[in-house]
């Protein structure tokens, strides 16, 4: 809730700081890394190698010189350097329900489109349309995105957050505290 409720907040005033023209993005930057944690890994995977039939994807370790000094959580470097790509791919490293971190958030805020998979109600909090599902990709749709601009401009303008019920959450984390 207090990534979600962050990025409604802030999500007009956190962007890049420098935006890279439609033709001049590259395809895709990979910026998680599977860890032997359950057996989704071999779909995750499958769908890369899908993927790098598309482009190239570049790993976020090749930028580590630039973003060294960086906080993982929307630093201007960070997405300045993620706006550089048309995709973001990303990854939770729990898919435990609810459990979202800035990873997607990282995507959104850099207007960059995310290929992202999460928890199991990750729609409960995301807009399904909002981003690829990395476990259920369509090559056919990311290279219609990747080649046609005002497609892109589109998938990039879709609501992010779901209309969901907060739970109170404040209250009740107030109360937790």
Do not use: A
Request: aromatic content about 16%.
């Amino acid at each position: 809730y207090l990534q979600i409720y962050y990025f409604k907040i802030k999500k007009n005033i956190i962007y890049p700081t420098i935006y890279t023209n439609f033709n001049n993005k590259k395809f895709c930057l990979q910026v998680s890394f599977i860890r032997n944690r359950n057996n989704i890994n071999n779909k995750i995977l499958n769908n890369i190698n899908k993927l790098k039939s598309i482009g190239n994807i570049d790993t976020i370790k090749l930028h580590k010189s630039k973003i060294n000094d960086v906080s993982c959580y929307h630093s201007e470097k960070l997405l300045n350097l993620f706006n550089n790509y048309k995709f973001i791919l990303c990854f939770e490293n729990s898919y435990t329900k609810g459990y979202i971190t800035e990873k997607i958030f990282n995507g959104f805020f850099s207007k960059s489109i995310p290929i992202y998979t999460g928890p199991s109600d990750i729609n409960r909090y995301i807009n399904k349309d909002s981003y690829i599902d990395l476990l259920n990709i369509n090559t056919n749709q990311i290279t219609n995105l990747m080649n046609n601009e005002d497609k892109y401009n589109n998938f990039l303008k879709i609501n992010k957050i779901c209309n969901f019920d907060d739970e109170n959450y404040i209250i009740k984390s107030n109360q937790f505290i």
